[in-house]
């Protein structure tokens, strides 16, 4: 059999990276002198270790919410005698000074540091211990680290660390001393986003040997720089800078580079036109990789359709709908044409093209722009949910885990979270689930619940429900069920005004607590589920709520009733936090709504169940209720069967318990025999037993014969209309011979005895005959 898309498993490198993460003082650790996080000293780990142990610490504290930053964490690598640190990524506010400084001994060739807007110049000075062996860094969107805090001198005071860090960048000063001399090794820069202030020539004319260099929206005071690496730059990326004909010129002579990127996220007052992309084209013989995207072209650059090369789309540059294209030596590996009328033309000479034009183009654009270039990314993310909303996604793994990595990588970017989350809920429908593994979908649950962590907006939370409702509950969410039911208890505070987010909260709530085992329930009712809720029923009473609103309490009745089934705990605690009277002042407000008088019914019918709450019950104010309800024609039978199981319980007690004056036990029994009888036995319902239990114990008894009518009768019902179902789960149970009894016992009524012997007949009918063919 086929495995399904993204079904690979987990290296067992990963897994135990991930592990002694999650377990640092029960794998490689202890805890030292003042609580400090230390290595063991029989632990040595080459750096294919120590890199994977970094870089996923760095990972799981931006996408897993159970997993805490360790305080002193990059301490464990500051001996290389000990731990070998090479190649490392570090992104986000969370990589402090401190942190670097704790690696400084080590030999990296290898430092990615993405948007870190908490190093300052202190983390300069760690550089320069790097600059022997140092082969590729990127300081992308690291601004801050060209300033000294506070205008202070880079010696370090530990004391004052904390207060530095909260000082305004209008009191940082610029740092001047540092300098990339002796940075021999280094041949890949990224500098994306440097400050303005910054000398960038002054910088980098110790870097002669540069080979890559990112300079993504940097001001350049003067092009001709540029041509210091005339003979030895192979890649060169200009995103978001200014372009002139001037730095056209300059690059132009770069004559080894083999990817250029003078893309833009805005147009800007530089037009590119047919000459200048020749000019590049012939100056540039050995590019594989331009990108050109955002720029309006100033003239045709394009050949007329009526002139094009007839047949399929070709990537030969001879057939190029592009004019200037036509002179390429061989199809580019990557041709950049996003937000520009080029991607439209239909001969492109390039294996992979980023546009808007088909899915393709949009998930190349997805895939080339998410980790340095949101903006876009957000832009292509948002066609790619048109595509699955209006026509078809036909590569979907690849854009399910695009789509993911984005979500991922930009957590606390809302327009990525906004529409990351709304292209998962078309990708994940019915539509699309065949083909999708559950490792797969798990990973689309996780960015899900980051999103609904990291934003209360509206649209981002309705997104990530409506998205959560595209799985299989319990079973898909029950690997997150706390998380997912405290974040959904979150929505369902009453101080939050969205009803539709509220009514999809509920809805997945209800469907949550509805078939998992009473560990779950119990747990969800610890989490303050049963609080919450009657809270949200009271606000809503309160307010005299619409009909919209009652759908709300409709369901919160059900989800009430759902996670007290089997649940003594939180049958108790609905009676702590006021339910009885929310029950009679929903019956009061709401009389001719059936839907809600079932739920409550039924939720009360577990308050029954429990001996110990049934005390509470036992008030002439709720008994009248109860009794009076066994009248009601509400939803066919079920408001009258679950208001006479109340009541059956009850009853199971012995007329000991019964203090009451009014109204009698007698005239309560004989009411509930006239229901029984009143109910037809056929009756198709709209129930869900998943164990006889607390029906059978009223079976062998005599000290309330009618409590023995009604639960004989629920036991033909269930088994005549629905055998295949019930027949096994009464026979598994032991009903049969509960059954026996009944017969036996003089105080059964002869209708009682009848129905048991009928239910036995049935049961042993569908042992001889299992095969159901009616439904």
Known sequence: MASKAG????????????????????????????????????????????????????????????????????????????????????????????????????????????????????????????????????????????????????????????????????????DTDFSFQGFNRLRLLNLGGLPEEVDVEGLLKPLPALTSLDLSGVQLPRAAFLAQWKERLASLVLYNVDLSEELINT???????????????????????????????????????????????LDNCTV????????????????????????????????????????????????????????????????????????????????????ARIQHCSQLLRALQLVIAALKCHKYDKSIQVTGSAALFYLTNTEYRSDQSVRLRRQVIQVVLNGMEQYQEVTVQRNCCLTLCNFSIPEELEFQYGRVNLLLLKILEPARQDESIQRIAVHLCNALVCQVDNHHKEAVGKMGFVKVRETCI????????????????????????????????????FLNCRGMSLFLDCLKEFPDKQELHRNMLGLLGNVAEVRALRPQLLTPQFISVFSNLLDSKADGIEVSYNACGVLSHIMFDGPEVWAMEEPLRETVMDKMMAAIQSWDVTSRRNINYRSFEPILRLLPQSIAPVSQHWATWALFNLVSVYPSKYCPLLIKEGGIILLEKVLELQTSHEETKEMARKVMEQCENFKEDPMETTR
């Not at 402090?96 to 704790?102: C, G, V």
């Open 251 to 297: 690059v132009v002579e770069l004559g080894h580079l083999r990817h250029l990127d003078i893309s833009r996220e805005h147009t800007s007052k530089f037009k590119m036109t047919r000459k200048t992309l020749t000019a590049i084209v012939q100056g540039l013989v050995n590019l594989v990789s331009l990108d050109i995207s955002g720029h309006i072209m």
């Open 304 to 387: 007329p359709h009526f002139e094009e090369a007839m047949g399929r789309p070709s990537i030969e540059p001879c057939k190029s709908s592009i004019y200037p294209f036509q002179e390429l030596k061989r199809p580019l590996q990557f041709l950049g044409l996003y937000n520009t009328t080029l991607c439209n033309v239909t001969h492109i000479p390039a294996y992979k093209v980023t546009g808007s034009k088909n899915e393709d183009q949009v998930l190349n654009a997805i895939e080339a722009y998410t980790e340095f270039r949101p903006e876009l990314a957000h832009r292509a993310i948002n066609q790619l949910f048109d595509i």
């Open 7 to 174: 079904d690979n498993p987990d290296s067992l490198m990963a897994l135990s990276t991930a592990f002694c993460l999650r377990n640092l003082r029960k794998t490689m650790c202890y805890l030292g002198d003042r609580n400090k996080l230390c290595l063991r000293s029989d632990v040595f780990l080459p750096s294919e270790i120590c890199d994977k142990l970094v870089n996923t610490y760095m990972e799981l504290v931006h996408t897993d919410s159970n997993f805490k930053p360790q305080d002193g964490f990059f301490q464990l690598f500051s001996d290389p005698r000990s731990t070998r640190l090479t190649r490392i990524q570090l992104r986000e506010d969370i990589v402090q000074d401190r942190d670097l400084e704790a690696i400084g001994k080590q030999d990296l060739i290898e430092l990615h540091l993405t948007s870190c807007h908490n190093l300052s110049a202190r983390s300069l000075r760690t550089l320069t211990s790097f600059r022997q062996t140092l082969v590729s860094l990127s300081l992308f969107g690291c601004s801050r680290i060209f300033y000294r805090k506070g205008g202070a001198p880079l010696a370090f005071d530990e004391e004052e660390e904390e207060e530095e860090e909260e000082r305004p960048a209008s009191r940082q000063a610029l």
């Open 538 to 573: 009271w606000f809503y009473m309160n307010k005299r709520l619409d009909t919209h609103c009652d759908q709300v309490m409709e369901f919160s009745w059900s989800a009430l009733w759902n996670i007290t089934d089997e649940t003594p705990d939180n049958c108790q605690m």
